[in-house]
Every structure is written in structure tokens, then in C-alpha cells.
């Protein structure tokens, strides 16, 4: 089987997941490779996501290590059937960065997603017009070529939010977000009124902070929690300038999880947020 050229966030967790369960079990490589009749490098290969792993193989390590977790296993079993190409977001390989694509296979994925923004409004509520004036602060600055499938494809993200069986959305905004104009006075306003209209989904919970909390402190830890379908395998994306970036240590989960239930705690309830975005929303 030859090596992926390039790999996907989710190849490359299948075998992050393996490898920490090896390490757990106390094994070596090398004693895997013996175990499976192949050599240490291919084990190396299926822990970086380079070669693909089969489900009949990845139950077999499973057992090696010892791993008690059925439903660990059955969840990264599930991953061992994905292909290249069986997404949406892979018409797009060749135009956007694969971080972008990764994003996008993360929330399709995801059992659950909550996100805490400060600065912008999350991409999953941009409107059309927000989204273009956001790009055009890119730096460097996109050629025109270039923004077009870019809004494309985070509008066509948004999708995830229709799906069915529902997905749980639990957005948190910071007062910053839904008062700064990213482009004009009339985008602003269409922003807000369509942040309003997706809060009132079934699945979809928004809560608003206000600039006069008190004791906050929690601005500089804008997140992503993408929900796994166990605990272990939940993921926090951070957007960086350079591109996004992944967490899924324990130590990491643990710290993000907190950080979002405290965010989450100094924000106003659903019904008293969607009132205060209405507010912003008559004063601009």
C-alpha cells in the first residue's frame, strides 16, 4: 500500500489514537511489528496516518494492547472505512488549504460542536456579505480568483447545521463580535438579524457577553469544541494567522472544556442574549 501523499486530520488522529494506546499498554513498536508480522516502520506509518489501517487490523492492535474500551474502538474502528473523496470539502483540495478542509470534515463529523468567539462571528453564521468583507482583510490580500471559492465553501460549511440527524450548536459570542462593523453599516445589521434567525433553532443555543459582565476573563480564548462520539476523542480548533490549529490531548481537552463552561457561565441565558442582539442590532 503505498504512502498518502497528504493527510487528513482525522487519518491523522486514527493514528495518534493508536499510538497513545500503544505507549498506554507499555509496548513497543518493535513488538508490534512482530505481532502483526511487519516491520517497525509500517507501525510508524500507521501512527502518523500515512498508510491506512483496516478495521480487522485496528481491532487486532486493539486486543494486543489491551484496550478494554469498546467504544473507543468502535468509534476509530468507524474512521478505518473513510476514503478520500467521499466529502464535499474534497472539490476543493486543490483551491484551499488542507486546514480548511480538515475544519470542515471535523464539524461533519462532530456529534456536538460549541465555539466561543470574540472578535468575529463565528464562520457558521457569517452571512454572505460578512464573509466577503472578512476576507478582504486577508493578508496577503486574495485575488478575486480566490475569494470566490473561499466564500463558497464557508457558506456550503453552514450545511452542517441542516443536517439530519440534528447537530447541537452552542455558540457563545462576546459583545466585541456582534458590535464591531465588518463592512458597512446595512452588513452589520444583516448580520445580527441573521444571527437572531439561526438562534431560533431547535438545535441551535447562542448566548451573548456582554462588555459589563462582571469578573470576566476569558476573552483571549477563542475555540472550537468539536464533540467525538466519546469524550476521548473531542477536539478543540484554534484560528492562528498562520492557520488553524488542532488540540486533543487530555491535558488539552481538559483545559479547553473549562475555559468554555466558564465562559459559558458569565454568559446571559438564551432567551436574554437574543434580546441584547436585538438591542445592538436597533442601534446601529
Known amino acids: ?17 493508536l499510538r497513545r494506546m500503544r505507549e498506554a499498554a507499555g509496548i513497543t513498536a518493535r513488538d508490534t511489528a ?26 487486532r492492535l486493539a486486543a494486543f494492547y489491551e484496550c ?27 483551491v484551499l488549504p488542507l486546514r480548511s478542509l480538515d475544519l470542515a470534515e471535523l464539524e461533519q463529523h462532530a456529534f456536538g460542536l460549541r465555539q466561543f468567539e470574540v472578535i468575529h462571528i463565528p464562520g457558521l453564521l457569517q452571512t454572505e456579505d460578512c464573509a466577503l468583507a472578512v ?5 496577503p490580500e486574495l485575488p478575486v480568483s480566490e475569494i470566490e471559492p473561499r466564500l463558497a465553501y464557508r457558506m456550503r460549511r453552514q450545511a452542517v447545521l441542516d443536517r439530519q440527524p ?15 462593523k465588518v463592512g458597512s453599516t446595512k452588513v452589520a445589521r444583516a448580520q445580527l438579524d441573521h444571527i437572531l434567525a439561526v438562534s431560533e433553532r431547535d438545535n441551535v443555543t447562542m448566548r451573548a457577553v456582554p462588555f459589563g459582565v462582571e469578573g470576566f476573563a476569558g476573552s483571549g480564548y477563542a475555540m472550537l ?3 467525538g462520539p ?4 473531542d477536539t478543540i480548533q484554534l484560528d492562528a494567522a498562520h492557520d488553524s490549529v488542532f488540540l486533543d490531548t487530555r491535558p488539552q481537552l481538559d483545559k479547553y472544556r473549562a475555559i468554555f463552561e466558564k465562559v459559558a457561565a458569565a454568559s446571559l441565558p438564551a432567551d436574554e442574549s437574543r434580546d441584547f442582539v436585538y438591542r445592538i442590532a436597533q442601534e446601529l
Request: glycine share 8%; aromatic share 8%; with cysteine.
Open 1 to 17: 500500500m503505498p504512502l498518502r501523499t497528504s493527510v487528513t486530520a482525522r487519518q491523522e488522529r486514527l493514528g495518534t489514537e
Open 34 to 59: 512482530k505481532a502483526l508480522g511487519t516491520d517497525p516502520a509500517k507501525v510508524s506509518h500507521f501512527e502518523s496516518g500515512r498508510m491506512g489501517v483496516s478495521e480487522e487490523r485496528l481491532r
Open 68 to 94: 478494554g474500551d469498546a467504544d473507543l474502538i468502535d468509534a476509530l474502528s468507524a474512521i478505518t472505512y473513510e476514503q478520500r473523496g467521499q466529502g464535499w470539502w474534497e472539490e476543493y483540495r486543490e
Open 135 to 139: 476576507f478582504a482583510y486577508t493578508v
Open 166 to 180: 440534528e447537530l447541537p450548536y452552542d455558540v457563545v459570542i462576546h459583545e466585541a463580535a456582534l458590535r464591531t
Open 225 to 227: 469544541h468539536a464533540c
Open 230 to 233: 466519546v469524550p476521548r476523542l
